[in-house]
C-alpha cells in the first residue's frame, strides 16, 4: 500500500485544497492439504486506486463552502467466480456472480455556517 497526500492551506487568505491518494495492490495464496500432493489453487489478487480532493472556501467571515471530489477503482481477481458460466460446473450454486470491478466517482458540495 502506497499513500500520497498534501494541503495547501490560506491560498489568498480564502482557500485550502487537500488531496490524498492511495494505492494498493495484494496478493493472496490459497493452499489446499490434501495429503495427495495435489496442486496449489490460483491466487487472488486485489487492485485500488483512491484519490480525493477538497476545497474550502471562505467565501464571508462567517460563511464556508466546500468542494470534495472523490474517485475510486477497485477490482479483484478470483478463480471461484471469473471464468464459470452456467454450464461450466454441474451443481455450482455462484452461477452468475463476478469477481467486484467498479469504479466510483463521487461529488459533494456542502456550506458552513458560524452563528
Do not use: C
Not at 73 to 97: C, E, I
Amino acid at each position: 500500500m502506497i499513500g500520497l497526500g498534501g494541503r495547501v492551506a490560506n491560498i489568498r487568505d480564502r482557500l485550502d485544497l487537500t488531496l490524498d491518494l492511495t494505492y494498493a495492490d495484494s496478493e493472496h495464496d490459497v493452499d489446499v492439504f490434501t495429503g495427495v500432493g495435489a496442486p496449489d489453487f490460483p491466487d487472488i489478487d486485489n487492485e485500488r486506486f483512491t484519490a480525493r480532493l477538497s476545497a474550502d472556501y471562505q467565501a464571508r467571515q462567517k460563511l464556508g463552502v466546500r468542494l470534495d471530489l472523490g474517485y475510486e477503482t477497485f477490482s479483484r481477481r478470483t478463480w471461484q467466480l471469473d471464468g464459470v458460466g452456467v454450464a461450466t460446473l454441474p451443481d455450482y450454486l455462484a452461477l452468475g456472480l463476478e469477481s467486484p470491478d467498479h469504479d466510483v466517482v463521487v461529488v459533494a458540495i456542502s456550506t458552513r455556517y458560524e452563528l
